[in-house]
DNA sequence: TCGATATAATTCGTGAAGCGAACTATCTGG
DNA sequence: CCAGATAGTTCGCTTCACGAATTATATCGA
């Protein structure tokens, strides 16, 4: 209960802090590699594999019309590319080119060893349970397939 | 080390995914308060005090001419007024009105239920210990003071 | 088979957000 | 008193996000 050391912060304040901290970290390593945050966010979502802009819609949380105009400038750009669907001709396949690819490891790998550090004041098993708990929330919220890790979702768990 | 339930997931992930969900969550409780994210954020850091302009830019890590558009945004909301600074005439100070001020008070609120609400499938250890753990996570990393708790930062502790 | 409806995506217009460069006004140190 | 430094704003630009309207294709039912 002592106020010495700022006292203990609430749950809400601590997600919204910690958030804040991620973001400002994941935008900057985004800008150092050429890229917005959204369109590293999706470049990451498509590292998993393609999708149509629907599902991409449903995992980015955003509407259709925003997404035509991400996935448009993230193409002119060179890092992904539509494909037709050959299941359904109105539909396309949003995927990585080789350029996408390759950028997006390197982004992906730089951004993990810098949003650890954020962690690197904490005993290794202090981490352990930080992640293990934020694992629970993340799962109990069903949060997307954002940020998808290399070995995550193993392809027999796939379903497209 | 099995897979049946996914498996733990690393910190970055964990922390990325959280971060996301938290977002989603601020973004939507703001929407349904009539306010952009950043609007909100800016009612919120300006809920413990007013500051000057080159203060916000550096507590929200936004360049100036960024904060100029926002606090136009929001002072044309009715939500925050800029006031002269008697020690400097170069300088404004920034604060709410008092319509923001009881806008940001419900904001505020209702955003911390809802965040609260992502760790309602932990136990009341658990959830004290993530709030620990992330705690000393923003506070290793200096997060600035953005969604401050009310009493939070005793006035003693006030610098300006 | 044909027509109604649903679905996938794009286009268009609008506003918020963010940045850097250039600018104005004031403050401060020598 | 003048040369910087500092506080903010303005300007032009791009990105982002949305809803409404549109186009094209798919699918379902009669």
């Given at each position: 209960m002592g106020k010495q050391d700022y006292g203990p912060i609430g749950i809400a304040t601590a997600l919204v802090r910690s958030s804040f901290l991620v973001n400002a970290v994941y935008a900057e390593s985004s800008r150092e590699h050429g890229l917005t945050p959204q369109q590293g966010q999706l470049l990451c979502v498509l590292m998993a594999q393609p999708y149509g802009m629907g599902e991409l819609g449903a995992i980015l949380g955003l509407a259709k019309s925003s997404l035509t105009g991400l996935v448009d400038r993230t193409e002119r750009n060179g890092l992904v590319q539509r494909e037709p669907n050959p299941q359904d001709s109105r539909a396309v396949r949003v995927g990585l080119t080789s350029q996408g690819g390759r950028l997006v490891r390197e982004f992906y790998a730089e951004t993990c060893r810098r949003i650890e550090k954020l962690s690197a004041g904490l005993s290794a098993t202090d981490r352990d349970t930080l992640a293990s708990l934020l694992g629970r929330v993340v799962l109990d919220n069903q949060v997307?397939?954002?940020?998808?890790?290399?070995?995550?979702?193993a392809p027999a768990a796939r379903r497209y």
């Open positions: 997307p397939m954002v940020f998808i890790e290399p070995d995550e979702g």
